[in-house]
């Protein structure tokens, strides 16, 4: 299996503290995505990164990926309240309408 | 953009109904859609793929005579949970994908606000 596992499970902070979150998986991918889920709600689509791409930026989130390591980091830069939610990593072997493998998710949380 | 659309976002019924999800990509084109299963403080499982004028194809473990899938068109895929019992309440969720793009690059999956149904 190559479903991602992300560490920390669970995550507190203070609004405007940043907040890392990483994913590793076990195969190769074509891309790797991260998602954000409010409680019972469904999932938004963040970012996602090809296996040939290193970083990417969108706002305040910065994602990494390291192919070598099976690895990506997700930061949330000068947190608040609102970004309350938990994060997912999924990767995907190929392009196009691939299905996904998600990982176990980071449940964070921010204090006001 | 990418909306979809999924109804109803919670049902409860009893033991042995059957209970219809759909999932609609409201201004796009999907040819495929992907059904999940969350159960609580867990991650998604995928159900099954789901492909416009094609059988559905499902992951190992899924039963298909219980989870029937139907996508009739370009933007509407339903899941059917036939003679549903409790063991079947869960959080379920579609996502559908645009068409690759150039060189068939990835897109992203764009996902329901999820069903929750309970069955007493």
């Known amino acids: 299996s190559q479903q991602g596992e992300e560490d920390p499970q669970a995550l507190s902070i203070q609004e405007g503290e940043n907040a890392t979150m990483n994913c590793s998986y076990k195969?190769?991918?074509?891309?790797l995505q991260w998602y954000r889920q409010n409680s019972g709600r469904g999932l938004v689509h963040l970012i996602l990164i090809r296996s040939n791409e290193r970083e990417k930026h969108s706002g305040r989130l910065r994602v990494t990926l390291d192919t070598s390591k099976k690895s990506s980091s997700l930061l949330i830069t000068a947190s608040r309240a609102a970004d309350t939610a938990s994060y997912f990593c999924?990767?995907?072997?190929?392009?196009?309408?691939?299905?996904?493998?998600f990982g176990k998710g980071t449940k964070l949380t921010v204090n006001p | 953009g990418a909306v979809v659309s999924q109804h109803p976002s919670w049902v409860i019924c009893k033991s042995g109904t059957s209970v219809k999800i759909e999932c609609r990509s409201l201004?796009?084109?999907?040819?495929?859609m992907f059904w999940y299963r969350q159960f609580p403080k867990q991650s998604l499982m995928l159900m099954a793929t789901s492909n416009e004028g094609s059988k559905a194809t499902y992951e190992q473990g899924v039963e298909k005579d219980k989870f029937l899938i139907n996508h009739a068109s370009l933007t509407l895929s339903t899941l059917t949970v036939t003679s549903a019992h409790p063991e079947d309440s869960s959080f379920y969720i579609c996502?559908?994908?645009?068409?690759?793009?150039?060189?068939?690059?990835?897109?992203?999956?764009?996902f329901g606000d999820g069903t929750r149904l309970s069955i007493l």
């Open positions: 999924a990767t995907s072997t190929q392009g196009g309408s691939e299905k996904l493998v």
């Open positions: 195969t190769s991918i074509n891309n």
């Open positions: 996502s559908a994908s645009l068409r690759p793009g150039w060189g068939g690059m990835a897109q992203p999956q764009h």
């Open positions: 201004d796009f084109q999907a040819t495929t």
